[in-house]
T-cell receptor
Framework: DVKVTQSSRYLVKRTGEKVFLECVQD?????MFWYRQDPGLGLRLIYF???????EKGDIPEGYSVSREKKERFSLILESASTNQTSMYLC?????????????FGSGTRLTVV | AQSVTQPDIHITVSEGASLELRCNYS??????LFWYVQSPGQGLQLLLK??????LVQGIKGFEAEFKRSQSSFNLRKPSVHWSDAAEYFC???????????FGAGTILRVKS
């Protein structure tokens, strides 16, 4: 069964910590995405990557960075966690030309920053 | 730029009743449209998608959606709701050969027995 795996379901971190959220896909997809999900706001795109070592900013990149050293792995980095980054983080992947195929999502990481 | 509006934040229906969730999109060309469902604490699962052709599309779990170009809508329907359908539903739009989907804010469905 093909899938997208997010390494942690729940994380609690302290303000100011550097936080790494990991995502791995086994479908050989070129595109990978990081979204955050907040009540009433839906999914907002943080960053996406369409190839190894390539990245593009989404709608809300401030306070985040990403790394894609291997095709199957896409990491989201919170350089200095803040309480307003408490949220559900969703990773997704797709083949090129997303519109034709849609995304496959991971189960999400619920991050709490205290 | 694409955008998606889901006018209803919450909807409550009785088990066995019919369901319609609304979705309106804004996009200059022919859109590629999706409905996803998210059960509590889970990621999003694709219910159905529309690319072209028949404007009534069938999906998993007994859901269907109808594309109406004149109304810029892609409403999701189910004739008889089950308690297990309680979840959050997201509509999304994509561009032809584009790489990104734009999501609506979601509609939370509650099912009462």
């Amino acid at each position: 069964d093909v899938k997208v795996t997010q390494s942690s379901r729940y994380l609690v971190k302290r303000t100011g910590e550097k936080v790494f959220l990991e995502c791995v896909q086994d479908m050989d997809h070129e595109n990978m995405f990081w979204y955050r999900q907040d009540p009433g706001l839906g999914l907002r795109l943080i960053y996406f990557s369409y190839d190894v070592k390539m990245k593009e900013k989404g709608d809300i990149p401030e306070g985040y960075s990403v790394s894609r050293e291997k095709k199957e792995r896409f990491s989201l980095i919170l350089e200095s966690a803040s309480t307003n980054q408490t949220s559900m983080y969703l990773c997704a992947s797709s083949r090129p030309g997303t519109a034709n195929y849609g995304y496959t999502f991971g189960s999400g990481t619920r991050l709490t920053v205290v | 730029a694409q955008s998606v509006t889901q006018p209803d934040i919450h909807i409550t229906v009785s088990e066995g009743a019919s369901l319609e969730l609304r979705c309106n999109y804004s996009y200059g060309a022919t859109p590629y449209l999706f409905w996803y469902v998210q059960s509590p604490g889970q990621g999003l699962q694709l219910l159905l998608k529309y690319f072209s052709g028949d404007t009534l599309v069938q999906g998993i779990k007994g859901f269907e959606a109808e594309f109406k170009r004149s109304q810029s809508s892609f409403n999701l329907r189910k004739p008889s709701v089950h308690w297990s359908d309680a979840a959050e539903y997201f509509c999304a739009v994509g561009a032809n050969r584009g790489n990104k989907l734009v999501f609506g804010a979601g509609t939370i469905l509650r099912v009462k027995s």
